[in-house]
T-cell receptor, first 110, second 116 residues
Framework: DQQVKQNSPSLSVQEGRISILNCDYT??????FLWYKKYPAEGPTFLIS?????DKNEDGRFTVFLNKSAKHLSLHIVPSQPGDSAVYFC?????????FGTGTRLQVFP | GAGVSQSPSNKVTEKGKDVELRCDPI?????LYWYRQSLGQGLEFLIY????????KSGLPSDRFSAERTGGSVSTLTIQRTQQEDSAVYLC??????????????FGPGTRLTVL
């Protein structure tokens, strides 16, 4: 039973354009969401988070939007850069442990 | 070092053998987590240690898996009688686990386990 879902396994975006990565969840009790970025042969690194009491959090080129009624969150990267090419994982906190989605591989091409 | 370290980085073993994977968390972090990522899958929670509390073992897939955290610092994940389906990247993370924070977890580089 996948509680956190990332339905797009891959996304390809041109440099300078906006990248939008989507994530859906099923458990309305989740109260914190995080996005992690992962390069090959490295562990995931924290990117940005959002509390369930907010609907938006922005940090530089990265913005996360939360729609609680739809149980949906998205990560916007603008402008996208080739160095953003990586796998992005959405995660929710459940009793201190992270429940991860299956990831979306973002490819930013020149 | 400043980050989470794991050893070995790669481990190849034969089916039926036991393996031990090690994690050194960030100094001062009270919480330690083990996850694994199988090919084409997301990260799957295995076990969580918080201070002196009993660990949350709810993610361990079978009784062949166990973990210890000695002295509140270093942790060892042991897999007994390895099977081919145990092949995965095993990731360790640690966090400060302070009330009110986002529980940002810092990950190590992982151990890639291959069971032949």
């Amino acid at each position: 039973d996948q509680q956190v879902k990332q339905n797009s396994p891959s996304l390809s975006v041109q440099e300078g354009r906006i990248s939008i990565l989507n994530c859906d969840y099923t458990n309305s009790m989740f109260d914190y969401f995080l996005w992690y970025k992962k390069y090959p042969a490295e562990g995931p690194t924290f990117l940005i988070s959002i509390s369930s009491i907010k609907d938006k959090n922005e940090d530089g080129r990265f913005t996360v939007f939360l729609n609680k009624s739809a149980k949906h969150l998205s990560l916007h990267i603008v402008p996208s850069q080739p160095g953003d090419s990586a796998v992005y994982f959405c995660a929710a906190i459940n009793t201190d442990k992270l429940i991860f989605g299956t990831g979306t591989r973002l490819q930013v091409f020149p | 070092g400043a980050g989470v370290s794991q050893s070995p980085s790669n481990k190849v073993t034969e089916k039926g053998k036991d393996v031990e994977l090690r994690c050194d968390p960030i100094s001062g972090h009270t919480a330690l987590y083990w996850y694994r990522q199988s090919l084409g899958q997301g990260l799957e929670f295995l076990i969580y240690f918080q201070g002196n509390s009993a660990p949350d073992k709810s993610g361990l897939p079978s009784d062949r898996f166990s973990a210890e955290r000695t002295g509140g610092s270093v942790s060892t994940l042991t897999i007994q009688r390895t099977q081919q389906e145990d092949s995965a990247v095993y990731l360790c993370a640690s966090s400060l686990r302070q009330k009110g924070n986002s529980n940002e977890q810092f990950f190590g580089p992982g151990t890639r386990l291959t069971v032949l």
